[in-house]
């Protein structure tokens, strides 16, 4: 790297007793400098060309991300209504089985009230009919007997 170089030329160079100073060859620096006015413009593009990579593989991976999460939220909603309608469902089905129940129960005191007025009827209807077949048996018993007459014997 140049700035090694450069630091590699300065430690080279050699110091006076009693003086805070470096003496260097002065061929040697401006030639490495010369390299560094060449070489840092090229590098200053390859760095903008790396943190132009850079944003471009940033921006893909949030729209990747975006993407990813507006699916997770689509696919969430879709299992909430989902959901939501299998409650509802369980919820009419649960309503329908209570209502029917609550029919048969309706239909079944309607049909035992028909069937015990009916009994009522029939019961009252065996009445009155016993009573007129007591009546006539009580009628046949309180004539006088008549003579039985056998149909299969010549007169």
Do not use: C
């Not at 002065?26 to 390299?35: G, K, P, S, T, W």
């Not at 649960?94 to 049909?111: F, G, K, L, P, Y």
Request: proline share 3%; glycine share 2%; hydrophobic share 40%.
């Amino acid at each position: 790297m140049l700035v090694d170089r450069l630091e590699a030329v300065i430690n080279s160079g050699w110091r006076p007793p009693l003086f805070g100073r470096v003496f260097i060859d002065e061929r040697e620096v401006l030639d490495v400098l010369d390299l560094m006015r060449t070489a840092i413009p090229d590098e200053i593009k390859q760095a903008r060309r790396i943190n132009q990579e850079r944003d471009k593989v940033l921006a893909q991976a949030q729209t990747e991300a975006n993407r990813l999460v507006t699916q997770a939220q689509e696919r969430v909603e879709r299992m909430v209504t989902e959901d939501n309608v299998r409650v509802m469902a369980e919820e009419r089905a649960h309503e329908v089985v209570t209502q029917a129940r609550n029919d048969a129960s309706d239909i079944r005191d309607d049909a035992d009230h028909y069937v015990m007025d009916m009994l009522h009827r029939l019961d009252a209807e065996l009445k009155r009919v016993h009573g007129s077949v007591q009546n006539a048996m009580d009628a046949m018993e309180a004539r006088e007997p008549a003579a039985v007459v056998d149909e299969d014997e010549p007169e």
